[in-house]
C-alpha cells in the first residue's frame, strides 16, 4: 500500500489522480497509524519548508518517515516534499538562520541568487540533463533531456554527486534534479504535471 501524506502542504488533487492511473492501492492521509503500515510513502506539496517541516513535526511524521527507511521502505518526496529530504534550508522567516529538514540526503536547500535578470521563482517547462540510465530506478525509459514542470525559488546545494541521477540547468547553474540513494527517490519537479514522461516517472516508482 502507498501512503501519500496529507501534511497540509498545497494542491495534491492532480498528484492522487495521477497516482490512480496507476494502482488503487493508495490512501491520502494524515493518520500515523495508517502511515505505518504503507510499502512507499510518497511526500508531495508546494509551499515553504519551514512550515512543510512545522507540520510534520507536529503531525508525527517526522519519526515515521526515518523509521520507514530504517526498514528499508520506498520513500518519494516531491518539491517541497523533494526539499525537505536534505538537511537544512534557510527558507525561514528569521533572516539568516537555517531550519533542519529530514536530513536523508547530503545537501542544503538555498535560494537562486547573485545572477543579474534571473528570474525567481523557476517556473515552468526545463529539461533534464545528465540523466544516469544505469543508476535509476525512476528515470527508466527517460530519454536525456526531457522536459519536466518546475515551479520553486529554492534548490539543493553540496549534494553527493553519487546521489544525483539527474540535473537541470537554470541561468548557467546546474542543479540536482533527481536524487536517488537507496530507497529514497526525490524530484523537485513535479511529475504529475510533466505529461506522459512524467507519469512514467511515478509510474516507475510505483512499480518498484
Keep these: 500500500m502507498i501512503a501519500v501524506l496529507d501534511f497540509g502542504m498545497g494542491n495534491i488533487h492532480s498528484l492522487l489522480k495521477a497516482v490512480s492511473l496507476y494502482t488503487n492501492d493508495f490512501v491520502f492521509t494524515s493518520d500515523p497509524e495508517k502511515v505505518k503500515l504503507a510499502d512507499k510513502i510518497i511526500l508531495p506539496g508546494d509551499g515553504h519548508f519551514d512550515k512543510a517541516m512545522q507540520n510534520l513535526n507536529e503531525l508525527g511524521f517526522t519519526s515515521l518517515i526515518k523509521d520507514h527507511i530504517e526498514r528499508k521502505k520506498y520513500l518519494f518526496g516531491i ?12 527558507e525561514t522567516n528569521k533572516p539568516g538562520s537555517t531550519i533542519s529538514g529530514l536530513g536523508l540526503i547530503r545537501g542544503k536547500i538555498r535560494k537562486f541568487e547573485g545572477k543579474a ?9 526545463n529539461k533534464l540533463f545528465d540523466i544516469k540510465q544505469k543508476n535509476s530506478k525512476l528515470l527508466k525509459g527517460i530519454p536525456n533531456e526531457s522536459f519536466m514542470y518546475f515551479i520553486h525559488s529554492y534548490r539543493p546545494v553540496g549534494v553527493d554527486r553519487l546521489d544525483i541521477t539527474a540535473n537541470c540547468h537554470y541561468y548557467g ?12 527517490f526525490g524530484t523537485q519537479f513535479h511529475p504529475e504535471k510533466s ?14
Design 79 to 90: 518539491c517541497i516534499g523533494y526539499q525537505v529530504l536534505f538537511e537544512d534550508s534557510d
Design 117 to 125: 535578470n534571473l528570474k525567481v521563482p523557476h517556473m515552468g517547462w
Design 173 to 184: 547553474e546546474s542543479f540536482p534534479a533527481v536524487v536517488e540513494k537507496e530507497t529514497i
Design 195 to 208: 505529461d506522459k514522461l512524467g507519469l512514467g516517472i511515478l509510474k516507475n516508482f510505483i512499480e518498484i
